[in-house]
């Protein structure tokens, strides 16, 4: 997952106007994606919405650090900061189920070396989060664990398919171009009337 935005225009987040926001932690159980066939609630996309937040508030901290909320609310190549980590959250959460979703059905398993290792990350980004931030997002460190062991799943099988179709693996990022073609084999609905309304860069941060 990354989010690199070179160039830019400020403007604040009242330019598009003011839209209604959630408390993230209240609306944990309703459901926020369909892909293919399957529900999945907003705590399924919680470790998602808030690794996003800390990989643009080290940019944001970098830009301006008296004042991240302004890298926050900047507007780049046609969008806010702001909406883009949304989406991104959203794209990379689609890309891992996809490729978890694969990984079950061929029956692959990650040994015991990869398990330790996605556990440790988990422990790292949840000491990481602190307290607060902790509290906010809603989900157990347990639950952020199993998101961590499915990422690991759905890179390792990425690194599989992608050997398979005889294609680098990064074609099979969420940014990829190989990955849009298999993204087009399934079907998916974002339900945007809860999703556009977190609101990121509050959801774990004060700003």
Sequence with gaps: MA?????????????????RTITF????????????GQEYPLRELAFYVAYEEQ?????????????PGAYWNTHINGH???????????????????????????????????????????EDFWM???????NRLGITKEELTEDLLRMALA?????LYAAMNNVPEEDYDASGAAYETL??????????????EVSMGHVTLDQ
């Design 55 to 67: 990989l643009i508030q080290e940019q944001a901290l970098a830009y301006d650090a008296s004042n």
């Design 155 to 159: 890179q390792k099988y990425q690194q």
């Design 25 to 36: 932690n209240e609306h944990l159980d309703e459901i926020v994606l369909e892909l293919d």
């Design 80 to 122: 806010f900061i702001r909406i883009k980590a949304r989406e991104e959250a959203m794209d990379q959460a689609i890309h891992d189920l996809i490729f978890y979703g694969l990984a079950q059905e061929l029956g692959m398993e990650l040994d015991q070396e990869e398990i330790d290792y996605a556990t440790g990350r988990s």
């Design 3 to 19: 989010a690199l935005f070179l160039g830019a225009c400020v403007c604040t987040a009242g330019c598009g106007g003011r839209q």
């Design 128 to 134: 990481n989060l602190g307290e607060q931030a902790q």
């Design 183 to 196: 993204l087009g084999e399934h079907t998916y609905k974002i339900r945007d009337r809860l999703w556009e």
